[in-house]
């Protein structure tokens, strides 16, 4: 009897126990789920860490397993850079907890802006789940540039340029600075200025180039400026004034390599189509100056295109004869861009790797040299240079002994010829 009316007595107390259990439980989550509570929590830890990154980082470790970051990234963020919580815009919510010790309110130097990269870099490699919304704060910061002032734009591009150079963040959050008002307004390229300075410090232009080219930025530099100002002079002098020369040559050498392909593949179109050569010559001269390409440049590109417009009979007896009617036809083409001693070098270069490349043109090379001699495209200056000193290694020894015979003769002219002077003479 006894029993059953402890156990009677136990069911009569279990769902009140239970339910104070379950409030208590609820109470305490609400609490830590309390964005307001969190911010407080935070807040008042950057207080009495104060200026000390290495306590800074001490509290934020030993917090991770009391707050939830995961639910509340962006509030933590956004506190650890601005003091508090950001407004759309940039500008701090007037009613939340503030913190004086941030990104924004510490010195404005490279040391400083490292030490805080440290603690960002200490908090997400001991809470992985930060990464992707550390990023997307990045981003989202890059879009409230103009919220901010000039000294704390300065501070969150040096940290950016640090963080990349660590791999803490992609060059992906760049697409940020690509919004149309920061661009008119100048804001985006001066942000990038000073990005791409700590950046190129801490590693080296080729690792930066490595980054944009990873997720596509490397042909997008431009976009820093308004259309008005999109142009190669202008990037290479806003950059090279700014100190940035290194990325002034590397924008432009990008530039020039989007310029080329798409030049090549017009003149493969004219060629297919079978424009007038003088339409084309006007056309690729027009571009070649729009672009800034060099007449070295510009005789590699058209003889790929000269190359590349026709397709090549497989049998070697036969292809020579195809490729040497093919050139004596577009011989004005070449000729009209080899006038520098340079660019019939140039031309010389590009035969052989070709010739080479292409195991039925091995043994065509010196017919096509001669013909591009007979027809005013090459001079017997270059062909010698070459033969002395300018080949390439790619089938070295063959094209010389190939080209023996035809260079003994245009020795044997060169020295009749100035028999005949001195006669004269």
Not at 350 to 375: G, P, S, T
Request: charged content about 30%; glycine content about 6%; hydrophobic content about 40%.
């Amino acid at each position: 009897m006894y029993w059953v009316s402890f156990m009677n007595n136990q069911k009569q107390q279990k769902p009140t126990l239970t339910g104070q259990r379950f409030k208590t439980r609820k109470r305490d989550e609400k609490e830590r789920f309390d964005p307001t509570q969190f911010q407080e929590s935070i807040v008042q830890g950057l207080n009495q860490t104060g200026s000390d990154l290495e306590a800074v980082a001490k509290f934020l470790d030993a917090s991770g397993a009391k707050l939830d970051y995961r639910r509340y990234a962006e509030t933590l963020f956004d506190i650890l850079v601005a003091g508090g919580m950001l407004a759309p815009g940039g500008t701090l919510s007037d009613d939340m907890t503030r913190t004086e010790f941030c990104l924004f309110t510490a010195n404005e130097d490279l040391e400083t802006m490292q030490a805080y990269a440290q603690v960002f870099n200490k908090l997400i490699r001991r809470y992985k789940y930060l990464e992707k919304g550390f990023e997307e704060e990045i981003k989202k910061l890059l879009l409230f540039l103009k919220g901010f002032d000039e000294s704390e734009r300065n501070k969150l591009a040096m940290l950016a340029g640090i963080l990349l150079a660590n791999g803490n963040i992609s060059a992906s959050i760049l697409n940020s600075l690509y919004n149309e008002n920061l661009v008119k307004e100048g804001v985006s390229a001066a942000f990038a200025v000073k990005l791409f300075k700590s950046w190129i410090y801490e590693k080296d232009i080729n690792c930066v180039a490595c980054s944009l080219r990873k997720v596509g930025m490397d042909n997008r530099l431009m976009e820093l400026f308004p259309a008005n100002k999109r142009s190669a002079e202008h990037f290479s002098k806003y950059f090279t004034d700014a100190g940035l020369k290194e990325l002034a040559d590397f924008a432009r050498n990008q530039l020039s390599i989007g310029a080329r392909k798409e030049l090549q593949k017009e003149l493969h179109e004219q060629m297919a189509r079978g424009d007038p050569q003088r339409e084309i010559i006007a056309y690729t001269r027009e571009e070649m100056k729009k672009a800034g390409l060099s007449e070295q440049a510009m005789i590699s590109i058209i003889w790929s295109s000269v190359m590349s417009c026709v397709e090549w009979n497989k049998k070697e007896e036969l292809v020579t004869e195809q490729a040497i009617k093919h050139l004596k036809q577009y011989s004005p083409l070449l000729k009209a861009f080899t006038s520098q001693g340079q660019s019939e070098i140039s031309l010389l270069v590009k035969v052989q790797e070709y010739c080479y490349d292409n195991i039925h043109f091995m043994k065509a090379f010196q017919k096509i040299v001669v013909l591009l001699y007979k027809a005013d495209v090459l001079s017997e200056e270059a062909i010698l240079k070459w033969y002395s000193e300018g080949q390439q290694n790619k089938g070295k020894g063959m094209f010389l002994e190939q080209m023996k015979k035809f260079v003994e003769w245009l020795k044997n002219a060169e020295e009749e010829s100035e028999s005949e002077e001195d006669e004269a003479d």
